[in-house]
Nanobody
């Protein structure tokens, strides 16, 4: 059973930076597909970025391009460097992983089977 634990959420002023980390354990194969998702109360959860943690090219949502960076660490997990944070980035951020490596790693949350508990990110004006 894969377990995921997020670290690094917090509050920053608009324009600030945060780095989220997701520590993974229990993978039985290398180079898993993992991703970051976020959710605001009352809205659907949305994908931020997904990638294979060793060999992949990260697939970013449009709002994340140029500001967020996916950093993979194979079966140990991943990090998300977030720069130039805006109030609209405030959300509960989740780490997720697929239970098989598969041939594709895409921003579809239905493909992800394991989830962390979430960490809150707040960017204020």
């Amino acid at each position: 059973q894969v377990q995921l634990v997020e670290f690094g959420g917090g509050s920053v002023e608009s324009g600030g930076s945060l780095r989220l980390s997701c520590a993974a354990s229990g993978f039985t194969f290398n180079d898993p597909c993992m991703g970051w998702f976020r959710q605001v109360p009352g809205k659907a959860r949305e994908a931020v970025v997904v990638s294979y943690t060793r060999s992949g090219v990260p697939d970013y949502a449009d709002f994340a391009k140029g500001r967020f960076t996916f950093i993979g660490d194979d079966t140990k997990g991943m990090s998300l460097q977030m720069n130039d944070l805006r109030p609209e980035d405030s959300a509960l951020y989740y780490c997720a992983a697929r239970r098989t490596r598969g041939l594709w790693c895409r921003r579809n949350e239905n493909q992800f089977h394991y989830w962390g508990q979430g960490t809150q990110v707040t960017a204020s004006t």
